[in-house]
């Protein structure tokens, strides 16, 4: 017989070898993830073979691999035991079964993308990467002009419907989506005065003095309330909530008559299995304050839009993408552990994986 | 010297004697309230010397005598210690210095409304009470057609925006709120499927066989987050919730995206040093959850026709109010111990006590 044409590729892959009760563990008999070596199928109309070049590293994939949120009732699939863990990717097309796409060229996916080296993606549902000005790298789809961008903007506007003339607290204010809510608050959506909130001094310096934030406060400060307080003087707008616990609890007394929380995560209780404890619920109702869940995948027909914007107020300077990337030069074997960083209160800006074979 | 031609009246009195942490005490040296015999000063212009006939028990007085809630955040002016203990009630004038009362008038009033025996109102601040049609008690004042019944209907449609086949849950739903709330859900707002949830067999079956929810969960059996699933096959647009805590927290995984949670009270938490533990925070960002705290004050432009509609809606039938108001007679000594059986479990409808001198 004829040998078969189609090369056969294998990859080295990581998958979800249990679903963590806490922190996701990294080695050892319990090991939340393990890689094996599989061989993918051949190409489909459509389809293209890509060797992985970056991952997006969110906190958010931590629910997607366990949480109390039932699968039907979580914003996207999770991860099954035995699958591939997912990964929003930028990959490099090396075989093209697809009439939209040739070899070399660069592509983003959030929907197929794995842990793995190389791919199999569809075309019909990854992003071609087009050329941003200025040179500025690629890798900012990942964050500053992709999920990260988009749900910091649409979570202040939309969710939060933060005004000319508010003032807006952000919380993880120098992660991937605060870092980007910061100067969205302070540049496109004209707010008065805004508020980071982030977990050391360091993070906190860079909020204010790279950022531009009127303040910033250390939540792991023993005078955190006090300097919340003393942070806000005529009190909160919009609060944007990225991780939940006792920073939540503590702005539901900061927010104003009417005012809003648009939530966007819940970080501080990702690795924990102890609930969320609230000493300040009653102020929902004597401030008469709402809270709203968002995903920025609700306003996805909004997006180019914004993406221009975003794109077009980093390239003449208002907003600053200088530090408010961490490139992590890793083998696939170290991707749970890069991943996992996000968790050490550590990582500034978007934390991007350059993967390296 | 002449004497005086001013009569000076006595009355007994409750002021707050201390702020309590939990519970308040009824009795012994850390009691929460203290009686007092005062001196009620001279009448001046506009105002009315009253005689209590009834005092309205609401749990939200918890909170005016000590909450997490700083003063100058609370809806209200709160209790002072050393202060007369507030409370909505309903008077007799004895004697008017207003054109606009005489005496034998009834009058209602929330705000300068104190557990006393006899009070000193203001004619402008208080509301004069009319008859209502087919007899009905004037007390409903205080209960249906009053703060609950604005609560029931300001909450569902305008915080929580309930349409006409919409699913609604409503907690506390044996509660002088919840129990109307449940006929308003059904009656007057369209709601295809009304589901309450009570803290006993014998409170659901009431909020069910007689009022008409077509099922009634039981928030004390073990089966609750399971009968909560099977009474809410199709999920859940708007929850308003009486009481948090873990009702809340099982609620967060019934509502559908893009549901809202209308927050009125949050009593399982009012008699605890405990913050509230949730276990189901993440569904509030999955689901696009919008909770909105809400007081009925900000709807009092809305009151006189929503009175009307409440009037009418008992008057032809579609609201019953039998068995909806718990009537106590009780001295002013006992008053404390009347309004503390609301945090009993085991109060139906609107607690009312009929002051007996």
């Given at each position: 017989?004829a040998?078969?044409?189609?090369?056969?590729?294998?990859?080295?892959q990581?998958?979800?070898?249990?679903?963590?009760?806490?922190?996701?563990?990294?080695?050892?008999?319990?090991?939340?993830?393990?890689?094996?070596?599989?061989?993918?199928?051949?190409?489909?109309?459509?389809?293209?073979?890509c060797?992985?070049?970056?991952?997006?590293?969110?906190?958010?994939?931590?629910?997607?691999?366990?949480?109390?949120?039932?699968?039907?009732?979580?914003?996207?699939?999770?991860?099954?035991?035995?699958?591939?863990m997912?990964?929003?990717?930028?990959?490099?097309?090396l075989?093209?079964a697809?009439?939209?796409y040739?070899?070399?060229d660069?592509?983003?996916?959030?929907?197929?993308?794995?842990?793995?080296e190389?791919?199999?993606?569809?075309?019909?549902?990854?992003?071609?990467?087009?050329?941003?000005?200025?040179?500025?790298?690629?890798?900012?789809?990942?964050?500053?002009?992709?999920a990260?961008?988009?749900a910091a903007?649409t979570?202040?506007?939309?969710?939060?419907?933060a005004?000319?003339?508010?003032?807006v607290?952000?919380?993880a204010?120098?992660?991937?989506?605060?870092?980007?809510?910061?100067?969205?608050?302070?540049?496109?959506?004209?707010a008065?005065?805004?508020?980071?909130?982030?977990?050391?001094?360091?993070?906190?310096?860079?909020?204010?003095?790279?950022?531009?934030?009127?303040?910033?406060?250390?939540?792991?400060?023993?005078?955190?309330?006090?300097?919340l307080k003393a942070?806000?003087?005529?009190?909160?707008?919009?609060?944007?909530?990225?991780?939940?616990?006792?920073?939540?609890d503590a702005?539901?007394?900061?927010?104003?008559?009417h005012?809003?929380i648009?939530?966007c995560?819940?970080?501080?209780g990702y690795?924990?299995?102890?609930?969320?404890?609230?000493?300040?619920?009653?102020?929902?109702i004597?401030?008469?304050?709402?809270?709203?869940g968002?995903?920025?995948?609700?306003?996805?027909?909004?997006?180019?839009?914004?993406?221009?914007?975003?794109?077009?107020?980093?390239?003449?300077?208002?907003?600053?993408?200088?530090?408010?990337?961490?490139?992590?030069?890793?083998?696939?074997?170290?991707?749970?552990?890069?991943?996992m960083?996000?968790f050490?209160?550590?990582?500034?800006?978007?934390?991007?994986?350059?993967?390296?074979?």
């Open positions: 017989m040998p078969s044409t189609t090369t056969t590729y294998t990859t080295k990581w998958i979800l070898a249990s679903k963590p009760t806490g922190a996701p563990v990294l080695s050892g008999p319990d090991a939340t993830f393990k890689l094996q070596t599989v061989t993918l199928p051949p190409l489909k109309d459509g389809q293209l073979l060797k992985v070049r970056h991952f997006s590293n969110d906190t958010g994939l931590r629910n997607f691999i366990q949480s109390t949120v039932a699968p039907e009732r979580f914003y996207v699939p999770t991860v099954p035991v035995g699958s591939p997912r990964s929003g990717i930028i990959a490099e097309v075989e093209s697809s009439p939209s040739k070899a070399g660069l592509v983003m996916d959030f929907h197929l993308g794995t842990w793995s190389l791919v199999v993606l569809e075309a019909a549902t990854s992003q071609k990467l087009a050329p941003l000005p200025k040179n500025l790298s690629l890798t900012h789809y990942l964050g500053a002009f992709g990260s961008g988009l903007y979570g202040l506007k939309f969710a939060g419907g005004k000319p003339g508010d003032t607290v952000i919380s204010a120098a992660g991937a989506t605060g870092s980007m809510a910061i100067q969205i608050a302070i540049h496109l959506l004209g008065k005065r805004v508020v980071g909130i982030a977990g050391s001094d360091e993070k906190c310096a860079w909020v204010q003095d790279q950022l531009g934030a009127h303040a910033c406060v250390n939540y792991k400060s023993p005078t955190f309330v006090e300097d942070a806000t003087p005529e009190e909160v707008d919009v609060y944007f909530d990225n991780v939940g616990g006792h920073v939540l702005m539901l007394t900061r927010v104003k008559k005012g809003t648009a939530v995560g819940a970080v501080s690795n924990s299995d102890e609930p969320m404890a609230l000493r300040n619920w009653f102020e929902l004597s401030m008469r304050i709402n809270i709203k968002f995903i920025m995948l609700d306003y996805m027909d909004k997006a180019p839009g914004i993406l221009q914007e975003l794109i077009g107020a980093v390239a003449d300077g208002r907003i600053k993408l200088q530090d408010a990337e961490t490139m992590v030069e890793a083998r696939i074997e170290e991707q749970p552990e890069v991943w960083r996000l050490s209160g550590k990582n500034q800006g978007k934390l991007i994986t350059n993967l390296i074979v």
